[in-house]
Every structure is written in C-alpha cells, then in structure tokens.
C-alpha cells in the first residue's frame, strides 16, 4: 500500500507542552517501520484546493497570520509557526495526491500522515490544533474533480468532526459518519445533527466505554449506514485519541480495536480507501495504534 508524507510536517512548531507536536509524526514513523510499504513524498496542494471548502478570505487570513519567528495564535489551542503554512499545504496535498492515486488504480489503500490534523477545521474558523478542513477537501476533489456521485467519510477520533460537518454539511453526495464521546470538546455531535440531506450520522459514546461498546455501536449503526449508501471511495479520518492511555479524552479502546474497526470498514465499503492522520496524543499508544490500522489497510 502507498503512504504519503513529508518531512515539512515535522516544521508546524507548537509552544513548548502542546499535545499537537512534531513527535506525534515521530511516532507515526515508529508504527510504521519495518512495513512493507510503498511511500511518496505529499505534494505541496494549490491554494485552489483549499478553496474547494474554505472561502479565499480566509485562506489568506490564515496565510497572513503565519508568523516570521515563535508563534502567532488563531484560537485558543491553534497556533501557527514560520512552517505551519507549508506544512498545511503538505497535508493537504498529501491527501489529493491520495485521492488521485486510489481512484487511478495504483493502490487500494493510502495512509496520509501529516500534520497539522484537519478535522475541526470549519468554514472561515481554525480551531482545535486544525488550520483546513483536509478530509473534507479531499471529499470534495473526489466529488468535482474525479466525479464521483458518492463518497463517504468515516471518522473516530474521539473527539466529534465537527469542521469536516460543517464543510460538507450541505454535500449530498457525500455521507459523514462520526463516532466520539460526548460530553467532550468541541461539544457538537449530537444524534440530531444530521445534515442538510440527512447525509450525516453521528454515533455519540459514553465516556469510560472500550471496545467492546465501540464495537456494538459500529455494528448496530454505522456499519448498516455505509452499507447502504454504497460508496465509490471511503476516506477515514484517522484519530487515536480514543485509545485508553491518550491524556485528552476518556474513551478505553486499545490498539487491536483499530485494527479490527479498519478491517471491518473496509469490508463493508468494498471500495478504494485513503486514511488521514487527525488525534492521537500519547506517543507509544499513537505508534501502536498507527501500526495496527495500517497493517489492516495493507491486508
């Protein structure tokens, strides 16, 4: 299978303690070794593709924020760094470039590993370590570029993907299907939220709960969902976040449950898969939990 990454990520710095730092790459590299896998340098995506979701004001409100040295602040806990911008247009065109390659019959599979995550990320709003909204641009060129008629996204990062709703809230031709635990930041992801087309399912999980409710509620809910809508591409957005040793969140999974959740998606869609990196805040369980996902994409 592919990976796309590069090395620009590793230049988005965070202030000395934010769980959003260059290791978690590092850590991602660790899961990997010793795959075998096929990697590709993430091309640097034209501002056209973040255009695709943001409206151009504020792709250059965040262009102009990036700072000359230390760190400018767009949010609370969102900052950016002399390489933020690069490393942003990296992730970005990791996950076209993903796009592209899985829809041309290259691979069945990608893992995109970069960072800044995208997954909060809303229409003119950085928030939660999130600049761009990558997997729903990657949606999006999918849907208007390729010409897909239906894509679907799956996310399980612990926390809800409430930019990527946002982005595609008014997409019918895409379905979003988040799980995470509520209550938690970003406080959205309630069941009623359902999209502008009911195009959307979100699947809220007590906190406390492992794998075994995770597993009953995929099976219950969102695996009979993207049966049904029979989608020509799945994109994951691939959060760890919600493994039991993560310091952000309250969800008890471990790494065999990524595992076994990416190989039941994938046998459920039947289709080309292109996964992206968003949470995922202790390192070795990040490492662990990486490795088990992409072992499953390359079965």
């Not at 010793?34 to 792709?59: F, I, K, M, N, Q």
Request: proline share 6%; hydrophobic share 45%.
């Amino acid at each position: 299978m592919l990976v796309f990454s590069h090395d620009d990520g590793l230049g988005h710095e965070t202030p000395p303690g934010h769980p959003e730092c260059a290791d978690r790459l590092r850590a991602v590299e660790r899961g990997l070794a010793g795959l075998a896998l096929t990697r590709r340098e993430s091309p640097l995506a034209d501002e056209a593709e973040l255009r695709r979701c943001h409206p151009a004001a504020y792709v250059a409100r965040v262009k102009a924020a990036v700072p000359e040295d230390g760190w400018s602040q767009l949010d609370g806990d969102t900052f950016l760094s002399p390489g933020s911008w690069t490393a942003a247009l990296r992730a970005v065109g990791g996950v076209c470039a993903a796009v592209d390659a899985v829809l041309a019959g290259e691979a069945p599979t990608v893992f995109v590993a970069a960072r800044p995550p995208g997954h909060h990320a809303e229409t003119a709003r950085a928030m939660g370590f999130c600049l761009f909204g990558t997997v729903a641009i990657a949606a999006k060129r999918a849907l208007d570029h390729h010409g897909l008629d239906r894509v679907a996204i799956v996310d399980f990062d612990v926390h809800h993907g409430n930019g990527t709703q946002d982005l595609l809230w008014e997409e019918e031709r895409c379905l979003f299907i988040s799980s995470h635990q509520m209550p938690l930041y970003p406080g959205s992801g309630h069941p009623s939220e359902t999209g502008a087309h009911g195009q959307a399912l979100n699947v809220p999980l007590r906190g406390g709960s492992d794998g075994a409710a995770m597993r009953a509620a995929y099976e219950a809910q969102v695996f009979p969902r993207l049966a049904a809508w029979q989608p020509q591409l799945l994109l994951i957005s691939a959060g760890f976040d919600a493994h039991a040793a993560d310091p952000l969140a309250g969800l008890n999974w471990q790494a065999a449950d990524f595992g076994w959740l990416t190989r039941r998606l994938r046998a459920v869609a039947g289709v080309p898969v292109v996964s992206t990196l968003e949470g995922g805040y202790d390192l070795d369980a990040l490492a662990e939990s990486v490795a088990a996902h992409v072992i499953a994409l390359m079965e």
